[in-house]
């Protein structure tokens, strides 16, 4: 401990390299959020409902506790990392005298270097296999996590119609499965496609800060939400700073801008789509059947004197949204709207 505590410096380069450091704290204590995640089937607070939910008495001591040990475990592991003589940064990769490469791997480093200095390097390399074990099953549950999170969301986003019904489909054990189908295949396919650790940290980066400075943002801006003053400028001034290392991340890992903003592209193609498949469904049923007949003038006059004063509808493009919006007002007005046109679009 003296030794990694003598190793310590102050803050010394420019202001880019500081906020450079300050992000990779902000991302080393992010894993924090996955408790605030869980505060939605917390168990409810005395006195309060399911139309009015409060779980504050359960929420807030799981959080802090979440909070104080990632911020201890962090602090001890920049410590450990200290301790250790001889690591140099060599192309944004780690080396140990004797051992290259040891930064995707430096909890069993430091584990086979401070039990092997003590007990002997054949209990070194012992405990080193143990860490690797215990850390590997550690990153099962992490990664068990985020496919539950990914079938939860697109299941809401399914019940909000963002997403097709099929991903509301529960199997026999109530799990939707195309749902757990994508969100198993998707990190398998980041897994393998990025091979690089750190390729992998930067998508995370860019993904867990922006889903926080989103959430933070929307949260704190709508005025719909009873919150206190102090509690919505609390939150949006965190929002400030998560937007802005955001915009730092997307700056500095263009493979994560790319991947994020190809994420972004395709989602909100794949939204439009469904929405405009679920707009023409809608409107379907407010048109009349095509029926292909011949009328002369002065019946075509009359049919039109007896159904109503009839609206006509100029567009350059006809198409799904401009047939609704005719519909909707010829209904009001009890007038009519060209059949024929309607269903050839639909």
């Known amino acids: 401990m003296g030794e990694a505590l003598g190793h310590l410096q102050p803050l010394h380069g420019s202001l880019a390299q500081n906020c450079a450091g300050f992000v990779g704290i902000v991302l080393a204590l992010s ?88 007990l002997g390097p054949p209990f070194g390399h012992i405990f080193a296999v143990i860490v690797s074990i215990v850390f590997g099953l550690l990153l099962l549950s992490a990664s068990n996590t985020t496919i539950v999170d990914l079938i939860a969301i697109q299941f809401l986003m399914s019940r909000d119609r963002e997403l097709p019904k099929i991903f509301q489909r529960l199997n026999k054990w109530g799990v939707p499965s195309a749902g757990m189908l994508l969100a198993t295949i998707v990190p398998m396919l980041l897994v393998i496609i990025v091979k690089d650790m750190s390729g992998l940290a930067d998508l995370y980066a860019v993904g867990v800060v922006g889903a926080i400075a989103t959430n933070l943002g929307a949260t704190s801006t709508d005025r ?62 407010l048109l009349p059947a095509s029926t292909p007949m011949q009328l002369t003038r002065n019946e075509s006059a009359s049919s039109d004197a007896g159904t109503g004063e009839a609206i006509l509808c100029p567009f350059a493009a006809p198409g799904a949204r401009s047939i609704s919006l005719c519909a909707r007002r010829a209904r009001p007005a009890d007038g009519s709207i060209c059949s024929s046109c309607a269903s050839s679009v639909l």
């Open 31 to 118: 894993g924090v959020e996955a408790i605030a995640n869980a505060t939605g089937v917390m168990k409810l607070d005395p006195g309060s409902t399911d139309a009015k939910p409060c779980v504050v008495k359960t929420s807030t001591p799981a959080i802090l506790w979440v909070m104080i040990e990632v911020c201890v475990f962090t602090a001890l592991f920049g410590l450990a990392a200290h301790a250790l003589n001889g690591l140099q940064v060599v192309g944004g990769d780690v080396n140990a005298p004797g051992a290259e490469g040891v930064r995707d791997y430096m909890l069993r480093y430091m584990g086979q270097v401070f039990v092997g200095g003590a």
């Open 224 to 285: 719909k939400l009873s919150i206190k003053s102090w509690e919505r400028t609390l939150m949006f001034a965190t929002f400030i700073v998560m937007a802005a290392i955001e915009l730092s991340l997307l700056i500095d890992k263009p493979n994560a801008r790319y991947f994020a903003v190809t994420i972004l592209a395709v989602g909100l193609i794949l939204r439009g789509l469904v929405q405009e498949r679920r707009m023409k469904k809608e409107v379907a049923p």
